[in-house]
Structure formats: structure tokens, C-alpha cells
């Protein structure tokens, strides 16, 4: 009798082997928790289409950041949601506003969590664009100053990263040479360099109440069917100065994520969006998914594709169910 030479079961036929044998893996220090800040103390406003989540106040983020640092969580991603808008997002850069307070309570309660700030006018314009309009669109060139303005202020604030989500062209460079004049040298910009109009941010508007009033944002974020486009962005991008780069969302642009890992040699970013997190969560609820093994295959997929790093909604999760290994020193005990 023939036997066959090649049997790829015996590299799965147990627990041990298929962990001993597994190509791809997922450590707690490639994980980024996102964080709601809105202001107020005390405030906890769960947010009804993102699963666990919810709006906090600075001194709960802390508390938050502090708690996922002890799970071995090194980094935080802030999204400010103010009480007050205008047509130029002027709460973006205040200093006394949601995220700065934030970033000054969670160095205080955890501090070696990076923190990283989310850099947008979206949430802070009362017509929920990325920047000041124009005649017809909004103004690329009006808004690099203020995006740069609201990243100093989180590099003041503390913020080891600041991460531009608005697309405008040139904000890269805008934002490094304002940072080193103010001698920021060492704040790192991370880069939303591929951003796409995608249909899976609808939780997010909910949560942070960005959606624009009028329009779309397909004049400024990418049409989903490119990827030599995406490409072009990520490596101008480096060359204006972004130490790292982020391509949004993950699922959908698998190939997109491994097409920009191929031409770059900075890290890089996937966003796991909150509409894939809620489209998990939904068919778990209804019965059609187990939600831990959505999860970590998903998650998994994007490391695979991949992104040295993993913005996800379920960072907590992934942590406590023993999804993610951890390494190194729980935040909690790394204090001096």
C-alpha cells in the first residue's frame, strides 16, 4: 500500500502542535484600545452600537487606561467628543479641552501607557467635516494649520502620538515642522495615510456624533476600489515625515494593508473600524457566530495581511480571553 509522503495533519492534529507550529501571532503589545473622552467627570455614557463601549469622562479614561495597562495594554488611541462646535473645530487645539485633560489624567494614572490623539476636525466642526469648508469642498490648504495647532496642543498636553485621520494633502509635513519648532522632536506621527470612504464607520459617527451635515467625505478619503493609489499615499506620507502609517478600515483592505506593507519600511497600522466590530457582535447576538472566534480570526486575517500594529475595539477582549499572548511587564506593575 501507497502512503502518502506529505500529510499536513500532523502539524494540526493536537493543541500543542497547531500552537507550536502557528505562522502568525498576536501579542498584547501590537494591540491599541480606542477611548472616547467627552467632558465632564464622572460621565459614563455607554454607546449603544459599539458593544462594552462608551463615552468617558478624562478622569474614567484614566481610570480605563490605567486598568487596560495592568491587562498588559500599552496604548491608547483618544477620540474627543466637545460640549461646543464651530465651523473652524476651534475645540480641537483648546488646551483645557476633552483629549488634553484626558492625556494629563492618564499620564498621571499610567505613565508609561502611550497615549496617541487622534488629530481631526470632524468631531469639533458644527457641519462634521475634517476641516474648514471651502467654496464648495473644504479647504485642504486653510486647514493644515489648524490640524497642526491641534496636534501641538496634544504634544503639550503630553500625547507620545499624534495621528491625523482628516486626509488633507500636506498634513504630514504641516504637522512635523510645527511639532520640532515647538521642539516636539520626539512626538510621533502616526499617520492615517490610506483612509477610505467606507460604509464602516457608522458606529464611530454615533459614538463621536462626526456625521456630517450636508455631503460626503468621498472628495477627500479614498475611493474604495484603489490600491496603487493607496500606495502613492502611504509612501508620500513617509516622505513628509510620518514614522508610522495607517490604513482604514482593515477587513475589507486586506490586500490594501499587504500592498502598503511591501513599499514601506516604517510600521504599519490597521484600524479594525467600528463597523466590523459591530457587524460581529450583531451576528454573535443573533446566533450565527461564535464572537470569540470572529474575533480572533478576523483580528488574526489583519495581522496576517500584514499590520505590525492592531487598532481594534475588542483589545480588551482579546487580552482576557488569552487571545492575545502577553509579553514583557503588565503596565500596572511597571511602575517606579
Same mark, same amino acid.
Given at each position: #500500500? &501507497?502512503?502518502?509522503?506529505?500529510?499536513? @495533519? @500532523?502539524?494540526? !492534529?493536537?493543541?500543542? $502542535?497547531?500552537?507550536?507550529?502557528?505562522?502568525? @501571532?498576536? &501579542?498584547?503589545? !501590537?494591540? %491599541?484600545?480606542?477611548?472616547?473622552?467627552?467632558?465632564?467627570?464622572? %460621565? =459614563?455614557e455607554p454607546i449603544a452600537s459599539l458593544h462594552g463601549h462608551a463615552r468617558l469622562s478624562p478622569d474614567l479614561a484614566a481610570r480605563e487606561a490605567a486598568a487596560l495597562g495592568v491587562l498588559g495594554i500599552r496604548?491608547?488611541? +483618544?477620540?474627543?467628543? /466637545?460640549s461646543r462646535k464651530d465651523a473652524e473645530g &476651534?475645540?480641537?487645539?483648546? /488646551?483645557?479641552?476633552?483629549?488634553? !485633560?484626558?492625556?494629563?489624567?492618564?499620564?498621571?494614572?499610567? /505613565?508609561? $501607557?502611550?497615549?496617541?490623539?487622534?488629530?481631526? #476636525?470632524?468631531? *469639533? =466642526?458644527?457641519?462634521?467635516?475634517?476641516?474648514?469648508?471651502?467654496?464648495?469642498? %473644504?479647504?485642504?490648504?486653510? =486647514?493644515? /494649520?489648524?490640524?497642526? @495647532?491641534? &496636534? +501641538?496642543? *496634544?504634544a503639550k498636553a503630553g500625547a507620545d502620538v499624534v495621528a491625523p485621520s482628516d486626509m488633507m494633502d500636506g498634513r504630514v509635513a504641516a504637522i512635523r515642522a510645527a511639532l520640532d519648532e515647538a521642539g516636539h522632536t520626539s512626538t510621533v506621527i502616526v499617520s492615517y495615510a490610506v483612509k477610505y470612504a467606507s460604509a464602516f464607520y457608522g458606529p464611530f459617527r454615533d459614538a463621536a456624533g462626526s456625521t456630517p451635515q450636508f455631503g460626503d467625505r468621498r472628495g477627500y478619503q479614498m475611493d474604495p476600489p484603489n490600491v496603487r493609489e493607496a500606495v502613492r499615499e502611504a509612501l508620500a506620507d513617509v516622505a513628509e515625515g510620518a514614522d508610522m502609517v495607517m490604513v482604514k478600515p482593515a477587513l475589507a483592505y486586506l490586500d490594501v494593508i499587504r500592498a502598503v506593507r511591501e513599499h514601506v519600511n516604517v510600521p504599519v497600522v490597521a484600524y479594525q473600524v467600528s463597523g466590523e466590530y459591530a457587524m460581529i457582535h450583531a451576528a454573535a447576538e443573533?446566533?450565527? #457566530?461564535?464572537? !470569540?472566534r470572529g474575533m480572533t480570526e478576523t483580528v488574526t486575517a489583519i495581522r496576517r495581511a500584514g499590520a505590525d500594529i492592531v487598532i481594534t475595539y475588542f483589545a480588551r477582549e482579546l487580552v482576557t480571553s488569552g487571545v492575545a499572548s502577553r509579553s514583557g511587564v503588565p503596565l500596572g506593575e511597571a511602575r517606579s
Open positions: #500500500m &501507497s502512503f502518502p509522503i506529505h500529510r499536513g @495533519r @500532523r502539524l494540526r !492534529q493536537s493543541a500543542g $502542535m497547531r500552537a507550536i507550529s502557528t505562522e502568525t @501571532r498576536l &501579542s498584547v503589545d !501590537q494591540l %491599541v484600545a480606542p477611548l472616547f473622552i467627552c467632558e465632564g467627570r464622572g %460621565v =459614563t496604548s491608547v488611541l +483618544l477620540f474627543g467628543i /466637545p &476651534s475645540g480641537a487645539w483648546d /488646551p483645557e479641552g476633552p483629549v488634553p !485633560q484626558a492625556i494629563r489624567a492618564i499620564k498621571a494614572a499610567a /505613565p508609561s $501607557m502611550l497615549v496617541w490623539a487622534d488629530v481631526c #476636525m470632524c468631531e *469639533y =466642526t458644527e457641519h462634521g467635516h475634517c476641516g474648514v469648508l471651502g467654496a464648495s469642498d %473644504v479647504d485642504n490648504d486653510r =486647514t493644515l /494649520p489648524l490640524l497642526a @495647532r491641534a &496636534s +501641538l496642543a *496634544y443573533r446566533g450565527w #457566530m461564535d464572537l !470569540q
